[in-house]
């Protein structure tokens, strides 16, 4: 079955503790893994495509990294204005896309 | 240059009732994707549209259904109103595959 199985759930980290989102995907396959961030009340915020292993992208305090099976979200010394839920998303054949379910990141000053 | 408009951005319906929301893309953006959010399930796939064409459609009964205008301008609707359709429901643009853009949202409250 195809799915995309983000992890943790929720992190809570002090600011500047630099820490790691998890997305696991299988899909048959994969076009393209997609990072956004939804903040409360708002619509999710594109951040970054990936589309092979061993890719790699950056923006500000964040790194997108791929693998063939998973995808992690480096976060470098967060600050409070970091704290959102996280979402990572896999397009695959026929053009399907699937999202997990996020990642809600709390970082406290 | 202006973003993903959906309106209205509340409403409140009663079961069995019917409602339409609609989405505006960004402009030239052809691909209006519509998906519904919940605290449980997360972001679930409703359908994409592509010049007025519907591309893919996720596992939604059929009371749920849209269409796309030859302005891009999509529209869904929501007939029979369950209290479980209480839900984020999310727009969004994209000129190709996954780039997506989305819009603010409706928040449908069934009662």
């Known amino acids: 079955e195809d799915q995309v199985t983000q992890s943790p759930e929720a992190l809570r980290l002090q600011e500047g503790e630099s820490s790691s989102l998890n997305c696991s995907y299988t899909v048959s396959g994969l076009r393209g893994l997609f990072w956004y961030r939804q903040d409360p009340g708002k619509g999710p915020e594109f951040l970054f495509t990936l589309y092979s292993a061993g890719e790699e992208k950056e923006k500000e305090r964040l790194k997108a990294t791929l693998t063939k099976k998973e995808s992690f979200l480096h976060i470098t010394a967060p600050k409070p204005e970091d704290s959102a839920t996280y979402l990572c998303a896999a397009a695959y054949r026929d053009d399907k896309i699937i999202f997990g379910k996020g990642t809600r990141l709390h970082i406290l000053p | ?111």
């Open chain 2, 1 to 111: 240059k202006a973003g993903v408009t959906q309106t209205p951005r509340y409403l409140i319906k009663t079961r069995g009732q019917q409602v339409t929301l609609s989405c505006s893309p960004i402009s030239g953006h052809r691909s209006v994707s519509w998906y519904q959010q919940t605290p449980g399930q997360g972001l679930q796939f409703l359908f994409e549209y592509f010049s007025e064409t519907q591309r893919n459609k996720g596992n939604f009964p059929g009371r749920f259904s849209g269409r796309q205008f030859s302005n891009s301008r999509s529209e869904m609707n929501v007939s029979t109103l369950e209290l479980g359709d209480s839900a984020l429901y999310l727009c969004a643009s994209s000129p190709r595959l996954g780039g997506y853009t989305f819009g603010s949202g409706t928040r449908l409250t069934v009662v």
